[in-house]
Each structure stands twice: as structure tokens, then as C-alpha cells.
């Protein structure tokens, strides 16, 4: 299994920055791919980032504006937000996705609220 814990979350005034952590523990070898999602109130969750071996990917949304980042030797995930826009305002949701015995499993974090303010 894996555990997931995410900090750094709070409010911040439109056009601000933000960077989000994530510490991964437990089966962290088994993990394929790491990244982060957000759901807002009322809305369904939607993928944010991910970062993989072979790269990262973003939501259209996102581009040019937020980075993924991982620090291996410290197993965590960061996510830096730039240039915040009011409707960045959701629940941040580390994820984390393993392969064992060919089978996937998806494994989440409690959340950070992040809050845009005009």
C-alpha cells in the first residue's frame, strides 16, 4: 500500500503562487505514476498533473502556468503553482498509481484546500 500525505495549501490572493507537497510512504517502489488532482465544489475531480518515468502531462488549464516536480531521494511530489486564477480555488488530491501482480491500484491522499481570492 501507499500513503500520502499533502501540505501546503491555503489562501492566496489572484495572481499569486503556491506549491503544493506531497509525501509518499509505504510501497513506493511499485508506483508508475504520481501526480495530482483538484475537484471544486459541485464539480467533478479533474486531473491536474501527473508525472511519469517518461514525463509529465497537464491539464489544458494548467499549462504554462503550474509545474510537477518529484524529489526521489525524499519521496515526494511538489506542485508549484503560478500566476493563480480564481477558478484554481478546489481540493488538491495527491494520487498515486501502482502495478502489483499485474493488477492497478489508485491510492489518494486526504486533500489540501487551496483558495483564490480577488
Known amino acids: 500500500q501507499v500513503q500520502l500525505a499533502e501540505s501546503g495549501g491555503g489562501l492566496v490572493q489572484a495572481g499569486s503562487s503556491l506549491r503544493l507537497s506531497c509525501a509518499v510512504s509505504?510501497?513506493?517502489?511499485?508506483?508508475?505514476?504520481t501526480g495530482w488532482y483538484r475537484q471544486a465544489p459541485g464539480k467533478q475531480r479533474e486531473l491536474v498533473a501527473t508525472?511519469?518515468?517518461?514525463?509529465?502531462n497537464y491539464a489544458d488549464s494548467v499549462k504554462g502556468r503550474f509545474t510537477i516536480s518529484r524529489d526521489n531521494a525524499n519521496n515526494t511530489v511538489y506542485l508549484q503553482m503560478d500566476s493563480l486564477k480564481l477558478e484554481d480555488t478546489a481540493v488538491y488530491l495527491c494520487?498515486?498509481?501502482?502495478?502489483?501482480?499485474?493488477?492497478?491500484?489508485?491510492?489518494w491522499g486526504q486533500g489540501t484546500q487551496v483558495t483564490v481570492s480577488s
Open positions: 508525472i511519469k518515468s517518461v514525463g509529465t
Open positions: 494520487h498515486a498509481k501502482t502495478i502489483v501482480g499485474g493488477r492497478q491500484w489508485m491510492y
Open positions: 509505504g510501497d513506493t517502489f511499485n508506483i508508475r505514476a
